[in-house]
């Protein structure tokens, strides 16, 4: 019994320590769209790294969103009127 109530508070420890409890940040996506190709691609813009201009640049072509589901309506939608190839 004292062994179950030792692991049972050792995980709620580790739980509350990992950030479960902490609200979640929003996250802001944008769609890029490459030169050469004319491939657009949804971005995280909360990565601390920017995407990698070789071969080719981008250009950021919308504004930010908050899901990534919004960005991808914005894509597909880019896609249908032939702004993007892919």
């Known amino acids: 019994m004292r062994r ?3 692991i049972l508070s050792a995980v709620a420890g580790i739980a509350a ?3 479960v409890t902490a609200p979640a940040q929003a996250a802001s996506y944008c769609v890029i769209r490459w030169e050469n190709t004319g491939i657009c691609q949804i ?3 909360d ?3 920017k995407p990698l201009e070789w071969p080719s640049h981008y250009k950021v072509v919308s504004k930010p969103f908050p899901t990534f589901s919004d960005a991808m309506a914005l894509q597909l939608k880019m896609r249908e009127q032939r702004s993007c190839t892919l």
């Open 43 to 45: 971005w995280n813009e």
């Open 17 to 19: 320590t990992s950030g």
């Open 47 to 49: 990565l601390t790294h």
């Open 4 to 6: 179950r109530i030792r």
